[in-house]
Protein backbone atom coordinates (compact mmCIF):
# COMPACT_ATOMS: atom_id res chain seq x y z
CA UNK A 1 0.00 0.00 0.00
CA UNK A 2 3.13 2.07 -0.45
CA UNK A 3 2.44 3.35 -4.23
CA UNK A 4 1.73 6.91 -4.95
CA UNK A 5 -2.59 6.02 -5.83
CA UNK A 6 -2.10 5.97 -1.44
CA UNK A 7 -1.58 9.80 -1.43
CA UNK A 8 -4.97 10.48 -0.90
CA UNK A 9 -5.60 9.02 2.43
CA UNK A 10 -3.58 12.00 3.97
CA UNK A 11 -6.52 13.76 2.94
CA UNK A 12 -8.56 12.04 5.26
CA UNK A 13 -6.77 11.49 7.92
CA UNK A 14 -5.40 14.37 9.66
CA UNK A 15 -2.41 12.85 11.60
CA UNK A 16 -0.26 9.72 12.75
CA UNK A 17 -0.03 10.27 16.09
CA UNK A 18 -1.59 7.31 18.13
CA UNK A 19 -2.69 8.31 21.83
CA UNK A 20 -4.18 5.33 22.82
CA UNK A 21 -5.17 1.39 22.75
CA UNK A 22 -8.00 1.49 20.07
CA UNK A 23 -10.86 -0.89 19.73
CA UNK A 24 -13.66 -1.43 17.06
CA UNK A 25 -16.53 -4.12 16.11
CA UNK A 26 -18.19 -4.55 12.85
CA UNK A 27 -20.81 -6.96 11.72
CA UNK A 28 -20.67 -9.21 8.53
CA UNK A 29 -22.76 -8.02 5.91
CA UNK A 30 -24.39 -10.33 2.66
CA UNK A 31 -25.17 -8.49 -0.82
CA UNK A 32 -28.22 -8.68 -2.04
CA UNK A 33 -26.95 -7.08 -5.17
CA UNK A 34 -23.32 -8.28 -4.97
CA UNK A 35 -20.17 -6.94 -5.86
CA UNK A 36 -18.26 -8.57 -8.53
CA UNK A 37 -15.42 -6.68 -10.35
CA UNK A 38 -13.18 -4.45 -9.56
CA UNK A 39 -12.48 -1.08 -12.09
CA UNK A 40 -8.71 -0.69 -10.17
CA UNK A 41 -7.58 -3.51 -8.26
CA UNK A 42 -5.29 -1.45 -5.68
CA UNK A 43 -7.59 0.72 -4.65
CA UNK A 44 -10.60 -2.06 -4.69
CA UNK A 45 -12.59 -0.25 -6.94
CA UNK A 46 -15.54 -1.54 -8.33
CA UNK A 47 -17.39 -1.56 -11.47
CA UNK A 48 -20.74 -1.69 -9.84
CA UNK A 49 -22.78 -0.37 -7.22
CA UNK A 50 -23.69 -3.06 -4.32
CA UNK A 51 -26.48 -3.24 -1.54
CA UNK A 52 -26.15 -5.54 1.65
CA UNK A 53 -27.80 -5.84 4.78
CA UNK A 54 -25.81 -6.43 7.95
CA UNK A 55 -25.56 -9.87 10.29
CA UNK A 56 -26.14 -8.82 13.51
CA UNK A 57 -23.81 -11.01 16.39
CA UNK A 58 -21.89 -12.26 13.65
CA UNK A 59 -18.50 -10.12 13.46
CA UNK A 60 -15.38 -8.88 14.61
CA UNK A 61 -13.28 -7.35 17.67
CA UNK A 62 -10.29 -5.79 17.14
CA UNK A 63 -7.69 -3.70 19.41
CA UNK A 64 -4.78 -1.49 17.75
CA UNK A 65 -1.74 -0.11 20.07
CA UNK A 66 1.21 1.30 18.24
CA UNK A 67 4.53 0.25 19.79
CA UNK A 68 7.61 2.16 19.54
CA UNK A 69 10.79 -0.04 17.78
CA UNK A 70 8.85 -3.31 16.94
CA UNK A 71 7.28 -5.49 14.56
CA UNK A 72 3.70 -5.75 13.73
CA UNK A 73 2.64 -8.86 16.36
CA UNK A 74 -0.86 -10.06 15.43
CA UNK A 75 -3.37 -12.33 17.15
CA UNK A 76 -6.45 -14.21 15.49
CA UNK A 77 -8.81 -15.46 18.18
CA UNK A 78 -5.84 -15.92 20.64
CA UNK A 79 -3.78 -17.79 18.69
CA UNK A 80 -0.43 -15.54 17.35
CA UNK A 81 -0.06 -15.55 13.77
CA UNK A 82 3.52 -15.85 11.91
CA UNK A 83 3.77 -12.64 10.36
CA UNK A 84 4.60 -14.62 6.50
CA UNK A 85 1.13 -16.35 7.17
CA UNK A 86 -1.45 -14.60 4.45
CA UNK A 87 -3.86 -13.25 6.80
CA UNK A 88 -1.21 -11.64 8.85
CA UNK A 89 0.67 -10.32 5.61
CA UNK A 90 -2.44 -8.66 4.71
CA UNK A 91 -2.84 -6.96 7.13
CA UNK A 92 0.38 -5.77 7.77
CA UNK A 93 0.48 -4.58 4.27
CA UNK A 94 -2.95 -2.49 4.29
CA UNK A 95 -1.75 -1.03 7.79
CA UNK A 96 1.11 0.89 5.61
CA UNK A 97 0.05 4.11 5.29
CA UNK A 98 -1.05 4.06 8.94
CA UNK A 99 2.44 3.63 10.49
CA UNK A 100 3.47 6.72 12.66
CA UNK A 101 7.57 5.47 11.53
CA UNK A 102 9.71 2.66 10.02
CA UNK A 103 10.62 1.47 13.51
CA UNK A 104 7.22 0.29 15.09
CA UNK A 105 5.04 -1.98 14.72
CA UNK A 106 1.22 -2.31 15.82
CA UNK A 107 -0.07 -4.95 18.05
CA UNK A 108 -3.57 -5.83 16.81
CA UNK A 109 -5.92 -8.87 18.75
CA UNK A 110 -8.52 -9.68 16.26
CA UNK A 111 -11.84 -11.98 17.55
CA UNK A 112 -13.81 -13.03 14.61
CA UNK A 113 -17.61 -14.16 16.03
CA UNK A 114 -18.76 -15.45 13.07
CA UNK A 115 -19.03 -19.18 13.54
CA UNK A 116 -16.88 -21.22 11.12
CA UNK A 117 -20.40 -23.14 10.70
CA UNK A 118 -22.05 -20.77 9.10
CA UNK A 119 -19.24 -20.29 5.94
CA UNK A 120 -19.04 -16.65 5.86
CA UNK A 121 -16.01 -14.49 4.77
CA UNK A 122 -15.03 -12.40 7.66
CA UNK A 123 -12.96 -10.06 5.60
CA UNK A 124 -15.92 -7.27 5.36
CA UNK A 125 -16.01 -7.63 9.36
CA UNK A 126 -12.41 -7.92 10.01
CA UNK A 127 -11.46 -4.72 7.95
CA UNK A 128 -14.30 -2.29 8.87
CA UNK A 129 -13.59 -3.22 12.55
CA UNK A 130 -9.65 -2.82 12.06
CA UNK A 131 -10.82 0.86 10.74
CA UNK A 132 -12.60 1.34 13.21
CA UNK A 133 -9.93 0.41 15.93
CA UNK A 134 -7.71 2.41 13.91
CA UNK A 135 -9.69 5.60 14.05
CA UNK A 136 -10.18 5.07 17.82
CA UNK A 137 -6.39 4.80 18.81
CA UNK A 138 -5.34 7.73 16.62
CA UNK A 139 -8.41 9.90 18.15
CA UNK A 140 -9.26 11.23 13.78
CA UNK A 141 -12.81 11.19 14.94
CA UNK A 142 -13.64 10.69 11.38
CA UNK A 143 -17.33 10.02 9.78
CA UNK A 144 -18.56 6.87 8.92
CA UNK A 145 -18.33 8.07 4.93
CA UNK A 146 -14.64 7.99 5.64
CA UNK A 147 -14.14 5.08 7.67
CA UNK A 148 -16.05 3.19 5.16
CA UNK A 149 -13.98 4.71 2.20
CA UNK A 150 -10.63 3.33 4.51
CA UNK A 151 -12.43 0.00 5.20
CA UNK A 152 -12.88 -0.44 1.53
CA UNK A 153 -9.21 -0.92 0.59
CA UNK A 154 -8.97 -3.91 3.25
CA UNK A 155 -11.71 -5.14 1.42
CA UNK A 156 -14.61 -4.08 -1.04
CA UNK A 157 -16.89 -5.42 1.05
CA UNK A 158 -16.00 -4.14 4.59
CA UNK A 159 -16.65 -0.73 2.68
CA UNK A 160 -20.41 -1.82 3.72
CA UNK A 161 -19.63 -3.40 6.82
CA UNK A 162 -18.96 -0.15 9.07
CA UNK A 163 -22.83 0.17 9.19
CA UNK A 164 -25.88 -2.05 10.59
CA UNK A 165 -29.06 -2.99 8.62
CA UNK A 166 -28.79 -2.22 5.00
CA UNK A 167 -25.95 -0.62 3.46
CA UNK A 168 -25.31 0.77 -0.28
CA UNK A 169 -21.97 1.01 -1.50
CA UNK A 170 -21.53 3.61 -4.63
CA UNK A 171 -19.57 2.54 -7.17
CA UNK A 172 -17.94 6.10 -7.63
CA UNK A 173 -16.58 7.98 -10.92
CA UNK A 174 -13.26 8.95 -9.70
CA UNK A 175 -9.55 7.89 -10.51
CA UNK A 176 -8.70 8.11 -6.26
CA UNK A 177 -11.87 6.27 -5.49
CA UNK A 178 -12.89 9.14 -2.96
CA UNK A 179 -16.47 8.75 -4.14
CA UNK A 180 -16.23 5.29 -3.77
CA UNK A 181 -18.01 4.47 -0.11
CA UNK A 182 -21.18 2.60 1.34
CA UNK A 183 -23.89 4.68 3.14
CA UNK A 184 -26.69 3.61 5.55
CA UNK A 185 -30.33 3.01 4.14
CA UNK A 186 -31.85 4.21 6.94
CA UNK A 187 -34.84 1.65 7.27
CA UNK A 188 -35.56 -0.82 9.05
CA UNK A 189 -37.28 -4.72 8.78
CA UNK A 190 -38.57 -6.44 12.06
CA UNK A 191 -40.26 -8.91 10.18
CA UNK A 192 -37.25 -10.13 7.89
CA UNK A 193 -35.23 -12.95 8.42
CA UNK A 194 -31.63 -14.16 6.74
CA UNK A 195 -31.13 -18.27 7.63
CA UNK A 196 -27.41 -19.38 6.77
CA UNK A 197 -27.22 -22.95 5.34
CA UNK A 198 -24.11 -24.03 5.26
CA UNK A 199 -23.24 -26.34 2.42
CA UNK A 200 -19.44 -26.57 2.96
CA UNK A 201 -16.90 -24.35 4.67
CA UNK A 202 -13.42 -25.56 3.32
CA UNK A 203 -11.64 -23.13 2.18
CA UNK A 204 -12.64 -22.09 -1.65
CA UNK A 205 -10.55 -23.06 -4.54
CA UNK A 206 -10.32 -19.75 -5.80
CA UNK A 207 -10.06 -16.48 -3.89
CA UNK A 208 -12.84 -13.37 -4.57
CA UNK A 209 -10.55 -11.22 -6.03
CA UNK A 210 -9.07 -13.81 -8.86
CA UNK A 211 -12.31 -15.09 -9.43
CA UNK A 212 -13.10 -11.27 -10.27
CA UNK A 213 -10.38 -10.55 -12.59
CA UNK A 214 -10.63 -14.30 -14.66
CA UNK A 215 -14.75 -12.67 -14.94
CA UNK A 216 -14.02 -9.61 -16.09
CA UNK A 217 -11.26 -10.00 -18.21
CA UNK A 218 -12.33 -13.58 -19.91
CA UNK A 219 -16.12 -13.68 -19.72
CA UNK A 220 -18.28 -12.40 -22.59
CA UNK A 221 -21.45 -12.14 -20.71
CA UNK A 222 -19.79 -10.11 -17.90
CA UNK A 223 -20.29 -7.02 -20.10
CA UNK A 224 -23.58 -7.11 -19.08
CA UNK A 225 -23.06 -7.15 -15.41
CA UNK A 226 -22.31 -3.98 -14.20
CA UNK A 227 -25.55 -2.36 -15.88
CA UNK A 228 -27.57 -5.41 -14.50
CA UNK A 229 -26.03 -5.17 -10.85
CA UNK A 230 -26.60 -0.99 -10.95
CA UNK A 231 -30.34 -1.62 -12.01
CA UNK A 232 -30.61 -4.35 -9.15
CA UNK A 233 -29.29 -1.70 -6.79
CA UNK A 234 -32.54 0.89 -7.73
CA UNK A 235 -34.92 -2.17 -7.71
CA UNK A 236 -33.69 -3.06 -3.97
CA UNK A 237 -33.87 0.64 -2.65
CA UNK A 238 -37.54 0.50 -3.85
CA UNK A 239 -38.13 -2.97 -2.50
CA UNK A 240 -36.70 -2.21 1.42
CA UNK A 241 -38.55 1.32 1.11
CA UNK A 242 -41.93 -0.08 0.75
CA UNK A 243 -41.47 -3.23 2.34
CA UNK A 244 -42.51 -5.56 -0.77
CA UNK A 245 -40.84 -8.92 0.36
CA UNK A 246 -41.72 -10.20 -2.86
CA UNK A 247 -39.67 -7.53 -5.35
CA UNK A 248 -36.50 -8.02 -2.35
CA UNK A 249 -36.46 -11.78 -2.68
CA UNK A 250 -36.60 -11.98 -6.50
CA UNK A 251 -34.20 -9.44 -7.20
CA UNK A 252 -31.72 -10.96 -4.80
CA UNK A 253 -32.01 -14.25 -5.90
CA UNK A 254 -31.84 -13.31 -9.63
CA UNK A 255 -28.84 -10.98 -8.89
CA UNK A 256 -26.86 -13.63 -7.23
CA UNK A 257 -27.36 -16.15 -9.90
CA UNK A 258 -26.70 -13.75 -12.81
CA UNK A 259 -23.46 -13.00 -11.22
CA UNK A 260 -22.55 -16.93 -10.53
CA UNK A 261 -23.47 -16.94 -14.57
CA UNK A 262 -20.79 -15.18 -15.32
CA UNK A 263 -18.29 -16.96 -13.86
CA UNK A 264 -19.56 -20.27 -15.09
CA UNK A 265 -19.28 -18.63 -18.49
CA UNK A 266 -15.67 -17.35 -17.78
CA UNK A 267 -12.97 -19.37 -19.22
CA UNK A 268 -11.59 -21.39 -17.16
CA UNK A 269 -14.97 -21.59 -15.62
CA UNK A 270 -15.18 -20.77 -12.08
CA UNK A 271 -18.01 -22.88 -10.16
CA UNK A 272 -18.40 -22.19 -6.81
CA UNK A 273 -21.41 -24.13 -6.38
CA UNK A 274 -21.47 -27.79 -5.14
CA UNK A 275 -24.02 -30.54 -5.73
CA UNK A 276 -25.78 -29.58 -2.17
CA UNK A 277 -25.61 -26.45 -3.10
CA UNK A 278 -27.76 -27.34 -6.38
CA UNK A 279 -30.02 -29.25 -3.99
CA UNK A 280 -30.51 -26.80 -1.72
CA UNK A 281 -31.33 -24.08 -4.49
CA UNK A 282 -34.27 -26.78 -5.61
CA UNK A 283 -35.46 -27.27 -2.37
CA UNK A 284 -35.86 -23.63 -1.97
CA UNK A 285 -37.98 -23.52 -5.47
CA UNK A 286 -40.26 -26.60 -4.64
CA UNK A 287 -41.06 -24.42 -1.37
CA UNK A 288 -41.94 -21.61 -3.33
CA UNK A 289 -43.76 -23.55 -6.14
CA UNK A 290 -45.76 -25.15 -2.47
CA UNK A 291 -46.56 -21.59 -1.40
CA UNK A 292 -43.63 -20.52 0.71
CA UNK A 293 -41.62 -17.42 0.14
CA UNK A 294 -37.96 -17.76 0.57
CA UNK A 295 -35.49 -16.57 -2.03
CA UNK A 296 -31.53 -17.55 -1.80
CA UNK A 297 -28.35 -15.52 -2.36
CA UNK A 298 -24.89 -17.35 -2.46
CA UNK A 299 -21.29 -15.58 -2.66
CA UNK A 300 -17.95 -16.95 -3.96
CA UNK A 301 -18.39 -20.34 -2.12
CA UNK A 302 -21.04 -22.82 -1.98
CA UNK A 303 -22.97 -21.93 0.87
CA UNK A 304 -26.84 -20.29 0.73
CA UNK A 305 -28.00 -17.67 2.81
CA UNK A 306 -31.97 -17.78 2.84
CA UNK A 307 -34.57 -14.39 2.91
CA UNK A 308 -37.86 -15.44 4.37
CA UNK A 309 -40.55 -13.36 6.70
CA UNK A 310 -40.84 -14.38 10.28
CA UNK A 311 -44.05 -16.15 9.43
CA UNK A 312 -42.57 -18.87 8.17
CA UNK A 313 -39.37 -19.52 9.96
CA UNK A 314 -40.74 -22.81 11.49
CA UNK A 315 -41.41 -24.27 8.41
CA UNK A 316 -37.80 -23.25 7.30
CA UNK A 317 -36.20 -24.99 10.56
CA UNK A 318 -38.38 -27.68 9.60
CA UNK A 319 -36.84 -27.87 6.17
CA UNK A 320 -33.40 -26.96 6.53
CA UNK A 321 -32.66 -28.37 10.20
CA UNK A 322 -29.13 -27.05 10.22
CA UNK A 323 -30.30 -23.43 9.60
CA UNK A 324 -28.88 -20.76 11.50
CA UNK A 325 -31.34 -17.81 11.81
CA UNK A 326 -30.43 -14.11 12.11
CA UNK A 327 -32.76 -11.39 12.97
CA UNK A 328 -31.60 -8.53 11.48
CA UNK A 329 -33.37 -5.86 13.10
CA UNK A 330 -35.26 -7.45 15.94
CA UNK A 331 -33.61 -6.59 19.48
CA UNK A 332 -34.39 -9.30 21.85
CA UNK A 333 -32.01 -11.89 19.86
CA UNK A 334 -29.95 -11.39 17.15
CA UNK A 335 -29.11 -15.40 16.47
CA UNK A 336 -30.96 -18.52 16.92
CA UNK A 337 -30.10 -22.04 15.41
O1 LIG B 1 -14.89 -7.88 -0.60
P1 LIG B 1 -14.46 -9.13 -1.26
O2 LIG B 1 -13.21 -8.96 -2.04
O3 LIG B 1 -14.37 -10.29 -0.29
O4 LIG B 1 -15.57 -9.55 -2.36
C1 LIG B 1 -16.89 -9.91 -2.03
C2 LIG B 1 -17.57 -10.53 -3.20
C3 LIG B 1 -18.94 -11.12 -2.95
O5 LIG B 1 -19.06 -11.58 -1.63
C4 LIG B 1 -19.14 -12.31 -3.89
C5 LIG B 1 -20.06 -10.13 -3.26
C6 LIG B 1 -20.29 -9.02 -2.27
O6 LIG B 1 -20.76 -7.96 -2.71
O7 LIG B 1 -20.06 -9.18 -1.06
Redesign the pocket.
Known sequence: MSSSKYQFIHNIIPHLSPSQKGQGRANV???L????G?RDIEL?L?TNS?L?ISLPGLGTETTIQWIDNSKDTITLNDQPCKPEQPFAARLSHFLEPFRPDPQGGFEIKTHNSVPTAAGL?S??SGYAALVLALNDCFQWQLDLKSLSLLARLG??????SVYDGFAI?HQGQQQDGMDSFAEKIDQAWSNLKIGLLEIDISEKPI???Q??QQTVNHCELYQAWPQKAEKDVVTLQSAIANQDFTLLGTTAENNALS?HATMLATWPPICYFQPDSIQAMQQVWQLRAQGTEVYFT????PNLKLLFLEKDQQQLKESFPNLKVIHPFSVESETTT
Do not use: C, L, V
Not at 33 to 36: F, L, P, Q, V
Not at 155 to 160: I, L
Not at 298 to 301: P, T
Open positions: NIAAKYWKNPSSASASGSASRWGSTGMMMDAG
